[in-house]
């Protein structure tokens, strides 16, 4: 007697389209499973890819707009710096006796001792730069019939603890003589020119431009030489000052450690002069932050774009998927079904012989759901196959340059195509199980005496 598989084989052998109609049915099926989650893990893998790619870009694009920021920031507050030293020194540090009404009204009257500066420049004073010492004094010009401010300045004096930072003044030569605009504008003075004050010779050499200030009606020369012509000798009547760049209430900070220093003495910022070097510093600084915010807010847009996007392309696959999925499995069951239930009438007469010889209806099934076996197994393997190739190039591996080792690195995908033969030989078993069974409980007495 024949064996099951013997059987099957057979079987198969002779109605070879019904099988391979039967296989083609179940390799779309499995093909469509194994394709669809193929295409979702591939949309995944690549959505992860390009916004690594997308995330890089934009943290070099960041990178070097930050650095570029950083340097356009420090140039700009360099250039700043450069141009606010323009206004000058901004502290004064008088002495205490010192009315502030009498130096609006009279200009500088009270001294003190000159060493004050060299004590400030070997001290750890850090709220202050450009330290210069001067003496100021309205005095008339006898030589030339009118009054002027007359101030000496020697060079600054640097800070023992700091580099070298280039004056804001530069110092005033012995027998030399710098100019304000009315004063050279009246008297038609011209660089080069000897002058004699108050005794003593000088040569001019530099005339200021107009001002529209106290400067326009000063004449500038040599410490030493301003403080023998006063009486003044070791004396001074002010120290002048470049504050720092602080934060927070500067001018406090400044007279906390000038007292700590030099007691007895007093000390006035010029306010509009510091406000504006402060402002100035605080609008080049927001100006690169704004500038740095900007790049990043607009990176950050870019990836939410470029995230949204793959999303939606995803949904939409998934939704696609998700009605085209179980539409094919239907199909296919139904397929296979058909196919089977016409096997199974046609074999009506081989089946009663069969049975008349003695094969069980336990025999008969197995005949059935073994091809179905034979089936699903060919079929499985083929759609595996078909799907896995369908979805890796519609997911466009090959246009990123991905490989593909990356669509399993998560194990969602090996699980995936594991199941591909178990749903397929489920697809055929459930398919084939009404036909076997209708053909097994056949009566071959009933048969045969029909034929």
């Not at 084989?9 to 099926?29: G, M, N, T, W």
């Not at 710096?81 to 008088?94: C, E, Y």
């Not at 010192?98 to 001290?123: C, D, F, I, K």
């Not at 023998?228 to 007279?255: K, V």
Request: with cysteine; aromatic share 6%.
């Amino acid at each position: 007697m024949p064996t099951v598989w013997h059987l099957a084989i057979r079987e198969i052998q002779h109605r070879k389209l019904s099988f391979l109609l039967s296989v083609v049915s179940v390799s779309i099926a499995v093909a469509c499973f194994v394709g669809a989650h193929t295409l979702l893990r591939a949309d995944q893998v690549i959505t992860e890819y390009l916004l690594e790619q997308k995330q890089t870009e934009v943290e070099k694009s960041v990178a070097a707009k930050e650095k570029m920021v950083q340097q356009a920031g420090a140039d700009l507050e360099n250039a700043m710096r450069k141009h606010m030293k323009g206004l000058g020194f901004n502290v004064l540090i008088l002495p205490e006796g010192q009315s502030r009404s009498e130096m609006l009204l009279n200009g500088l009257t009270a001294t003190m001792p000159e060493s004050y500066v060299e004590r400030l420049a070997q001290s750890d004073i850090v709220t202050v730069n450009h330290l210069l010492p001067s003496v100021s004094r309205k005095i008339d010009w006898p030589e030339r019939n009118r009054e002027v401010i007359l101030i000496g300045t020697r060079g600054e004096v640097p800070i023992h603890h700091r580099a070298l930072k280039k004056p804001l003044l530069e110092e005033v030569a012995e027998d030399k003589m710098v100019v304000g605009y009315e004063i050279h504008h009246e008297l038609d003075l011209n660089v080069g020119d000897p002058v004699t004050f108050n005794g003593h010779e000088f040569t001019i050499s530099q005339l200021h431009p107009e001002r529209g200030s106290t400067d326009d009606v000063t004449l500038w020369i040599n410490l030493k030489q301003a403080q023998e012509i006063l009486g003044m000798q070791n004396l001074i009547n002010a120290i002048l000052a470049l504050e720092c760049d602080c934060a927070g209430d500067r001018i406090s900070a400044i007279r906390e450690e000038i007292a700590t220093v030099l007691p007895g003495t007093q000390v006035v910022e010029k306010y509009s002069q510091a406000l504006a070097r402060a402002e100035a510093r605080a609008k080049a600084k927001e100006s690169a932050e704004t500038s740095l915010l900007l790049e990043q807010k607009t990176g950050q847009e870019i990836l939410e774009r470029e995230k949204q996007s793959r999303d939606d392309l995803e949904q939409q696959h998934a939704g696609f998927a998700g009605v085209l999925v179980p539409m094919v499995l239907v199909a296919a069951v139904f397929t296979i079904f058909l196919l089977s239930l016409a096997n199974a009438r046609q074999r009506t007469e081989e089946i009663g012989i069969l049975r008349a010889i003695g094969l069980k209806s336990r025999q008969i099934i197995l005949v059935f759901l073994s091809k179905a076996f034979l089936v699903g197994l060919w079929g499985g393997l083929l759609g595996i196959g078909v799907g896995y190739w369908c979805g890796w190039s519609l997911g466009g591996f090959s246009t990123n340059g991905l490989g593909w080792q990356s669509l399993f690195e998560s194990g969602d995908l090996v699980l995936t195509i594991v199941a591909g033969p178990f749903l397929a030989l489920l697809l055929t078993g459930v398919a084939s199980w009404l036909p076997a069974l209708i053909a097994a409980r056949q009566d071959p007495a009933i048969v045969l005496q029909g034929e």
